[in-house]
């Protein structure tokens, strides 16, 4: 079955650039959509954006000017890049795959990652 | 965008029913039918339970449901048994973005 697996640094400096890695295994990354997702400590979960195979995006509003998604179909990875990171960026970060219907994604997902607990800290 | 509003716990014995709102506005629960319900324990992914406001995902219980009136979303869980005990969120899709709830930390007395 389809499994993913995110990857990438622990512990991230403040005003630097977070930079993860999500790997997709037992299928294909192609005509689905591929989100990643955050959870700070105690705390609930907050969407961050979308990667469609083709290389659409769409971004949370609240983080779009420091995001960015991008799409490796050959190697079946897409990744995160949050620039600018403060503490406020601390949290465990999970790659998902979100349910597609018709060729349209409607916020189910329903593949996770394990999570990835990145710390932002000098 | 704001969370979606959810009580911060809810507790119930086991063998008992419970149910989880979830409110948010005319833009995201109000407007559509695509709610989902996460079920997540600790130090774990969240697993869905419930998509486009009352659909299960094969293989998860039929003591689940899930229903919506208006801005509002709920969750009932029947017959709750010790390993319900978890946190579940709500999320809507919108026309923009997925905004979630804050969370609710179920107890099984």
């Known amino acids: 079955q389809v499994r993913l697996q995110e990857s990438g640094p622990g512990l991230v400096k403040p005003s630097e650039t977070l930079s993860l890695t999500c790997t997709v295994s037992?299928?294909?990354?192609?005509?689905?959509?591929w989100s990643w997702i955050r959870q700070p400590p105690g705390k609930g979960l907050e969407w961050i954006g979308y990667i469609y195979s083709s290389g659409s995006t769409n971004y949370n509003p609240s983080l779009k000017s420091r995001i960015t998604i991008s799409v490796d179909t050959s190697k079946n990875q897409f990744s995160l890049k949050l620039s600018s990171v403060t503490a406020a960026d601390t949290a465990v970060y999970y790659c998902a795959r979100e349910k597609v219907r018709d060729g349209y994604n409607f916020g189910v997902f329903d593949i996770w990652g394990q999570g990835t607990k990145v710390t932002v800290s000098s | 965008q704001s969370a979606l509003t959810q009580p911060a716990s809810v507790s119930g014995s086991p063998g008992q029913s419970i149910t989880i709102s979830c409110t948010g506005i005319a833009s995201d629960v109000g407007g559509y039918n695509y709610v989902s319900w996460y079920q997540q324990h600790p130090g774990k992914a969240p697993k869905v339970m419930i998509y486009?406001?009352?659909k299960r995902p094969s293989g998860v219980s039929n003591r689940f449901s899930g229903s919506k009136s208006g801005k509002t979303a709920s969750l009932t869980i029947s017959g709750l048994q010790a390993e319900d005990e978890a946190d579940y969120y709500c999320?809507?899709?919108?026309?923009?973005?997925?905004?979630f709830g804050g969370g609710t930390k179920l107890t099984v007395l």
């Open positions: 037992g299928g294909s990354i192609t005509s689905y959509f």
């Open positions: 486009d406001v009352r």
């Open positions: 999320s809507s899709y919108t026309a923009s973005n997925v905004v």
